[in-house]
């Protein structure tokens, strides 16, 4: 089905299993409480040798020569691959081919650059850090986008421009022009990437830990030159992605060669270090905000530009202005991206890219432009909500934004604020609230499952879809229980193995919309099957805990198969709606935070998510995924960053000791609310995308209550106290 | 290469690793327990907690060879996926997960951190160093703080453990 | 990690023999000697494990203080019932440092020599006058957020990491040593670690094989305000960006003991007596908690990414000897 139209029938609310949208535990919950999910590490492959891939020390240049023999020769080394198929990084979400590929040219400091394999990790390892390299460096190392000798690019397909934003300028009323920064950060998924190739013949079994398999499998074809139909991709359980798997990665091809030469199954996994230095890093970001205001403080003018950095021959660039384009009114309005081409770490998706930074430096933006106006900053929101959309000529798809910030003002206090930052103190401690718009955009891509209604009422789902703790296996299970009329235990959904059918992946907030959709179309071919057995209207056919009941009469289901197995392939496809209306996902947050008058730490005390994300398919994962989102914010706000050295450009703290993710005590407990709401065009299970909006504008409502408590303006992410000191008395 | 003896979840094994080799890659590579993660390998993130001997630590930062003889607990040993544990429900029931991976790291941490506030230990957060600790969130937040979660369930993480200490 | 001959000692003397002269580690706890070793930053032949030695109690000495025995875990320091009572600075500490993980297996011994945080130092393609001597010091020019404002040296500005050893030079406590020659000797801490000057590779006063085997702390002050005051970038589980130590005593409205020590701004645990004895005799008051700040900062130096930590060293100084004052006495 292509979506095409707006899916107004909304057949789940028909259903009556009573499963969908409800707070139910995750269905393999067990297993991971009790250690046996299998992640990619821990598949019982026999006779495995172990690689470790070794680093470029240097940050630009050639490599001359590796001295093999050396390594060779130690205790259960079996082999030193420097292969040209290796990857110079991991390839970029939905890519679908091989990223750049080569271990010669180097092109920052951490690239791949061999793989050493060993009888055992401990030997791999040593072998790795021994192996000896000569190399020609090149000393014009760039890392500062900003620098004045940067090369830049201006992509024309990212430029937009409406009306006279100068002008504008000049003529309001109010205005704020200022610049704002983030650094680069890291995914940190808990799991470290990893893979296990196992060849048999020709054909190649790679056990990974992986977000989207059907690209992942043709990007590792590619990569090694095979067919895709040669390879298959298992992943049934991965330890966190937040964009940092959505591409195939070194390790994998690094082990499927290796594999191929030694004849044996070889793993490899990145280490801590790797997986900062190796994979993605979110690109840093310079944004230049101009915002022109009337006398109300609706806006008559928007100008939204940024730079960002990659990697030479990246096409990814941080699309920093995605949801400013919609936001928010005025007429006048220019957004606009520019690349820097640096010798760092490749930059690419990490949580929410673009929003996650853009939405945050605009909603700090906007809190200037509230107190350059004198207009509460809720207020001056509601103020500049748009129509329709400010840029085409399209309406919102479904968007509770209005809802979502006056319902989360009431239940978080908001009129509790004062206006006059640092008026409230607690003992050593000054308190301040701040709020942010959370924006999105939402997508639907093409996924195909396949469901089976067997003879004794069991179901059984199948899509290569992965669920990297977002909740896939639940709502999966949950949208065949509910369309099928059986309870969740009567219901196994399969995923991660590119043997399934080809599901969307998990991406861009897309993962349960686009699969779950294709498996609510399966299930409606299998009732209509159910109808021709029953000579029925599907509208007229109710099925719960496997009874069929068609005009008041009861049918068990099993005796209505009568030792049939039943079965359907549904397959989504976005279609029109995704041109003909803006489709995003909308919400609130408000935050209350305590800065130390004397030391200048931050602590956030409260912090409340209101979400409008189309249909919730279950309230309790889709909290959690709100949690995180809103944490990854919090993370952004307070401690978040990459720290390159400002000669070679490697990230210097390269570890979770020194790159702060949030711990526990730095999270406050948090409150989430997610409005009712259905969008018909987005999928006909009127879902959207919920996995990325709670870090959307997370930071910013944190960043906006730091001024509100202490005066301090910080301009630079993170707020750490250095930037809040100079603001202390 | 050394032979020792580790008594893992009750059982005794004995088995012969490289000095190198850590506990937490003796558990996972040689008794195929995977159920005890590496998240960092250096004792940042906490995935790879378990008890040894009734006590909580990183089994990436202590060498194999080190445990001759001592007891160990690892998550397969506190409930296996039909034999759920009181800590391991509360975790089901309050989602104080999301990927699964920091998972175990986190049941056993809980575990043993009640155990610790049982034994009247302070905590940094602790107001008074003398006395009853309380198990408050901000306690538990605290001792909960060896062990990151990426997904971010902290919130229910605390939730949970709340349910479990309270019954307790 | 390069392999290594594991050697398991039973008693003391047998470790310091077996570790003499040769490029040897003790084991303890091993949280900061096998993070470092993974990443071969050090990579020593022989690794003595000292687990199996006696030197696990905390015993009350004759002149009524304690002796805390060099494997003591820093969890079970920090919840000595003598330790919360008496030594309040350093079961906050303690409480303040790594995790409750991590607590419960480095010792009391491991975490007076744990090495310095310096992003440099742990990476084997960089540079470090610390790690590989006359390489050159590549913080100074590059990310020292982290690093030191006051007793560093051109050739390195790493920080010492420590929250214990912070807390015990306030409590002026001496360090313990076996020598190889069987006999032991205490060494003030205050005089244990050494400054970096050319050497930076050379950190504490041991010889090689020379073994720590307890820390002394002497009787309790009396009536004493003690605090530990962390600032950090997270709320929990992170290293000091700064922290004071303080254990103070007044008597008759004026300061009648003051042991101050300082952390994460200096190559050691950081102390300086002329701060101390402007403060003895003198009746509190904010002018005097800033001039004694101006004074521990004469001559502190930052190196860009550190700047903040004078003025925010100088902040929390004034802030915890006000909170010394309120405390009182008997005054």
């Not at chain 3, 470090?128 to 020019?141: D, H, I, V, Y």
Request: with cysteine.
């Amino acid at each position: 089905m292509s979506m095409d139209e707006p899916d107004t029938r909304r057949r789940l609310d028909d259903m009556a299993q009573g499963l969908i949208g409800k707070p139910l535990d995750r269905t393999e919950g067990h297993l991971k409480v009790s250690g046996t999910a299998t992640y990619a590490h821990e598949w019982a492959v026999a006779d495995q040798a172990y690689g470790v891939l070794v680093r470029a020390p240097f940050a630009k240049g050639k490599i001359l020569s590796i001295d093999k023999a050396a390594v060779l020769a130690m205790d259960g080394v079996l082999a030193v691959i420097d292969d040209d198929r290796l990857l110079r990084n991991p390839a970029q979400g939905t890519a679908n081919e091989a990223p750049v590929q080569g271990a010669k040219d180097v092109v920052y400091l951490g690239q791949p650059i061999a793989l050493v394999v060993a009888e055992s990790f401990e030997g791999a390892r040593h072998g790795a850090q021994s192996l000896s390299i000569e190399y020609d460096a090149d000393e014009s190392v760039a890392i500062d986008p900003e620098a004045s000798d940067a090369q830049t690019e201006k992509p024309d397909e990212k430029q937009f421009s409406q009306g006279d934003v100068d002008q504008a300028m000049q003529e309001a009323a109010f205005t704020v022009d200022q610049v704002y920064r983030t650094p680069g950060h890291n995914s940190a998924a808990m799991e470290p990437h990893c893979a296990i190739a196992q060849w048999e013949e020709n054909q190649l079994t790679l056990y990974g830990s992986y977000q989207m398999l059907k690209y992942n499998r043709n990007e590792l074809a590619d990569s090694l030159g095979i067919d895709a139909e040669q390879v298959r991709i298992i992943s049934r359980y991965v330890g966190g992605g937040f964009g940092s798997k959505l591409g195939i990665a070194p390790e994998a091809v690094a082990a499927a060669i290796a594999a191929k030469e030694l004849q044996r199954a070889v793993c490899v996994t990145l280490s801590r270090q790797q997986v900062f230095e190796a994979v993605m890093r979110r690109s840093e970001t310079r944004q230049h905000f101009q915002l022109a205001a009337d006398k109300d403080g609706v806006l008559t003018g928007l100008s939204h530009v940024s730079l960002v950095s990659n990697l030479p021959d990246e096409t990814f660039a941080e699309p920093v202005g995605q949801a400013t384009h919609f936001i928010y009114g005025g007429e006048n309005r220019r957004i606009g991206l520019e690349v820097a081409r640096l010798n760092k770490t490749c930059a690419g998706s990490v949580r929410a890219p673009g929003e996650a930074v853009g939405v945050t430096a605009l909603e700090n933006a906007m809190d200037e432009l509230a107190e350059a106006a004198g207009i509460d900053p809720l207020e001056l929101r509601l103020l500049n909500i748009p129509e329709k959309d400010p840029e085409q000529d399209v309406s919102f798809s479904s968007r509770k934004f209005r809802q979502a910030l006056k319902q989360g003002a009431e239940a978080f206090g908001w009129e509790k604020r004062q206006p006059v930052p640092g008026q409230v103190r607690e003992g050593e401690w000054l308190i301040g609230m701040g709020m942010a718009s959370a924006a999105r955009v939402n997508v639907l891509m093409q996924s195909e499952a396949k469901v089976t209604l067997s003879a004794d009422g069991s179901v059984i789902v199948e899509t290569d879809m992965t669920d990297i703790g977002t909740g896939s296996y639940t709502i999966l299970t949950q949208i065949a229980g509910e369309m099928l009329g059986v309870p969740m235990n009567r219901v196994e959904t399969r995923l991660g193995d590119t043997d399934l059918p080809s599901a969307s992946g998990s991406g861009g907030s897309w993962g349960a919309s686009s699969s779950g959709s294709s498996v609510f179309l399966a299930c409606e071919d299998l009732r209509e099957q159910l109808c021709r057995k029953l000579d029925c209207q599907s509208a007229d056919l109710t099925l719960k805990d496997g009874q069929a009941i068609v005009r008041n009469r009861s049918h068990d289901l099993v005796e209505l198969l009568g030792g049939e197995s039943l079965q359907a392939v549904g397959i989504i496809e976005p279609g029109e709606t995704s041109e003909n209306v803006r489709q995003a996902t909308f919400g609130a947050h408000f935050a209350e935070v305590a800065v130390n008058a004397t030391t200048g730490e931050t602590r956030v005390q409260r912090m409340l998510g209101v979400f409008s994300a189309g249909r919730i398919l279950n309230e309790k994962t889709a909290r959690s995924q709100c949690y995180g989102g809103m944490i990854f914010g919090i993370g952004m706000a307070l401690t978040e960053e990459l720290l390159h050295d400002p000669r070679d450009g490697h990230i210097v703290n390269r570890d979770l000791g020194e790159y702060h993710v949030p711990v526990n005590l730095d999270v406050p407990q948090l409150d989430v609310i997610l409005l009712d709401e259905r969008d018909d065009h987005a999928s006909p299970i009127q879902a959207k995308g919920i996995g990325e909006l709670g870090i959307c504008g997370a930071a910013a409502a944190v960043v906006n209550a730091i001024y509100n408590a202490s005066g301090a303006r910080v301009r630079e992410y993170p707020a750490t106290l250095d930037k809040i000191l100079p603001y202390l008395d | 290469m050394q032979t020792l003896n580790l008594q893992v979840n009750g059982e005794t094994h004995e088995l012969s690793v490289d000095v190198r080799t850590t506990l937490l890659d003796a558990l996972r590579q040689h008794l195929h327990l995977n159920g005890t993660k590496k998240g960092c390998d250096h004792g940042q993130c906490g995935a790879c907690t378990v008890l040894v001997n009734g006590k909580r630590i990183n089994s990436c930062l202590t060498l194999a060879v080190m445990h001759d003889g001592d007891e160990i607990t690892t998550i397969e040993g506190l409930g296996g996926s039909d034999t759920l544990s009181p800590m391991q429900k509360a975790f089901v029931k309050h989602d104080g997960f999301q990927c699964g991976y920091c998972t175990p790291g986190q049941i056993c941490s809980a575990t043993a951190m009640l155990d610790e506030i049982k034994e009247g230990w302070p905590s940094y957060v602790s107001v008074s160093l003398v006395g009853e600790p309380e198990l408050t969130s901000d306690e538990i937040a605290e001792r909960m703080s060896g062990n990151l979660c990426r997904c971010s369930a902290y919130p229910n993480i605390v939730d949970a453990i709340i349910e479990v200490g309270d019954k307790s | 990690m390069k392999s290594f001959d594991y050697q398991r000692a039973e008693t003391v003397e047998q470790a310091t023999t077996v570790a003499a002269g040769k490029n040897a580690s003790f084991i303890a706890g091993g949280t900061n000697l096998l993070d470092l070793m993974k990443l071969e930053v050090l990579s020593p032949d022989v690794v003595v494990d000292i687990n199996r030695l006696d030197l696990n109690a905390i015993e009350q000495t004759d002149d009524g203080g304690l002796r805390i025995g060099a494997l003591v875990p820093n969890s079970k320091l920090a919840a000595d019932a003598r330790v919360r009572q008496h030594y309040a600075v350093l079961s906050r500490a303690l409480l303040s440092g790594a995790s409750g993980q991590l607590r419960n297996k480095a010792t009391t011994g491991g975490n007076l020599l744990q090495r310095t945080r310096c992003y440099y130092f742990y990476d084997t393609a960089s540079p470090c006058n610390k790690r590989s001597p006359g390489t050159g010091c590549s913080a100074l020019q590059g990310q020292n957020r982290l690093h030191a404002i006051i007793g560093a040296s051109e050739h390195c500005i790493a920080t010492h990491p420590s929250d214990m050893a912070v807390a015990m030079q306030a409590l002026r406590a001496t360090v313990e040593i076996e020598q190889t020659d069987g006999h032991r000797r205490q060494v003030p801490l205050q005089d244990f670690y050494c400054l970096p000057g050319t050497t930076p590779q050379r950190e504490n006063q041991l010889e090689s094989g020379e073994l720590i085997t307890a820390v002394h702390l002497p009787a309790p002050v009396e009536d004493s305000y003690q605090a530990y005051r962390k600032v950090r970038d997270r709320a929990s589980y992170a290293f000091a960006l700064t922290s004071v130590a303080a254990v103070t005593q007044i008597r008759s409205g004026t300061f009648s003991h003051v042991g101050l020590s300082f952390g994460g701004i200096a190559p050691r645990p950081w102390r300086d007596t002329e701060v101390e004895a402007m403060l003895l005799g003198q009746t509190p008051s904010r002018q005097l908690f800033e001039k004694a700040a101006d004074r521990l900062l004469e001559e502190a130096q930052g190196h860009g990414g550190n700047d903040f930590k004078i003025p925010l060293l100088k902040r929390t100084l004034v802030a915890v000897l006000s909170e010394a004052a309120n405390f009182g006495g008997d005054a």
